[in-house]
Structures are given as C-alpha cells and as structure tokens.
C-alpha cells in the first residue's frame, strides 16, 4: 500500500474506486470480516469513494446447499459503512458482482450418452457425454456439485437405477462431472437412471 500510495504521489493520480474480490460464499461474517480489511485500506486512500466487494455469493445448486441471503449479508455490513462515513467523513458507494448469482439456476446443459462403460465388480459405470470441461468447469476445478438427470431416450422405457459416474469428452483423467464434493480428485458417483447410448443427461445449475 505504501508503494501504490507514492506511485499516486508521482503520477498525480487520485485513486477513487477500490476493488476487491472475496468469494466468501454465503456467510454474512465472512464478508463483514472482508468487508472490514477492505475498508482499514479504503481509509488509507482518501479519494476512494467507491468500493467492490466483488462477486463470490454462494449459489445453492444441490437439495442440501443453501444460497447466500443478499439481505443478511447487506445487513451485516450496514454498520461498518456507516462507521466508516461518521470517522473518516466518506459516504462509500458499495458495488457488487453478483452474476453468477442471478443467472446460475437459469440455464442447464444438455448433453448425449455417446456410450457407456462397466469396469467390473471393483470398478464403476461410466456414461461418456458429448460435453465436459471445454463447457463446464466447476466440476473439474472445485469439485462442485450440479443436479444431474437421465432421460431416455424412449420416454417409456422403464430402468432401474445404479451408481454412475459421468465422464466428460476431453481426453483428460480430470473430466468428470461427477466428483466428489469440494475434491475434483476424486470420484462420488450418483443413484441415477441406468443410461444407454443416445439418452440425454442434464446438468442443472449450469
């Protein structure tokens, strides 16, 4: 901070937005606690008028995950803001990023079994599909969770279901879609329809 202060000193800049990114997720203490690094620097450079907190709020893709509440984490930062306006004589403008938020539940992929594969008694049954990480790479990066779906291509057929990995295009180990939660090493598969060549598998949340 002392360097960007003296470079502003040299160049005669006047820094007035700071920009930060937290992906904190849906924890309204984790952003107030980011929140309130950000302001002590925001204090430091007394031309910021504007501060972006970024994006980073948690979208609930899974049955068991909740999304972030805006209001609570908006609440839980309303003090600090206001805080810092009576000390430091500075109305900041808060900005945020929430992209992924609004649009993640409005889009799903949907992708072909081009074939499926049984490694045995100790192994899995794989679904290879037309898609994966050249499309999609939460899986891959994070170990996300997305709601997945079989739909065979016979409307009527009737099938049981069975434990399934699916396994992406790319000829790469990492592209599965099926990873076990916040480990995109390694593997959990799902209680899905049991697919066959030419069904459609849907990936929610996407």
């Known amino acids: 901070l002392d360097r960007v202060r003296a470079l502003q000193g040299q160049l005669d800049l006047r820094i007035t937005r700071m920009h930060t990114h937290i992906g904190s997720g849906g924890d309204p203490q984790a952003w107030k606690h980011c929140a309130r ?52 004589g500075r109305k900041l403008h808060l900005e945020i990023e929430p992209g992924t938020y ?14 499926v594969v049984d490694t045995g008694s ?3 049954t794989f679904a290879k599909v037309d898609t994966g990480m050249t499309e999609f790479l939460r899986p891959n990066l994070y170990g996300a969770q997305h709601p997945i779906a ?12 069975i434990d399934l990995l699916i ?5 790469e180990s990492g592209d599965m879609l099926t990873p076990a939660p916040g480990d995109p090493e390694g593997l959990a598969p799902r209680r899905l329809t049991r697919p066959v060549t030419g069904d459609s598998i849907v990936i929610g949340g996407a």
């Open 37 to 88: 690094l950000a302001l002590a620097i925001a204090a430091q450079l007394p031309d910021v008028v504007r501060l972006n907190l970024g994006g980073g709020f948690k979208v609930g893709r899974m049955p068991d995950e909740a999304s972030a509440n805006l209001a609570e984490i908006g609440n839980a930062l309303l003090d600090d803001f206001r805080d810092f306006a009576k000390v430091h």
């Open 102 to 115: 609004l649009v993640a539940g409005a889009g799903a992929i949907v992708a072909s079994v081009s074939d």
């Open 122 to 124: 100790d192994g899995y």
């Open 150 to 161: 079989v739909f065979p291509a016979d409307p009527g057929a009737t099938r049981d279901e």
């Open 167 to 171: 396994a992406g295009h790319c000829c």
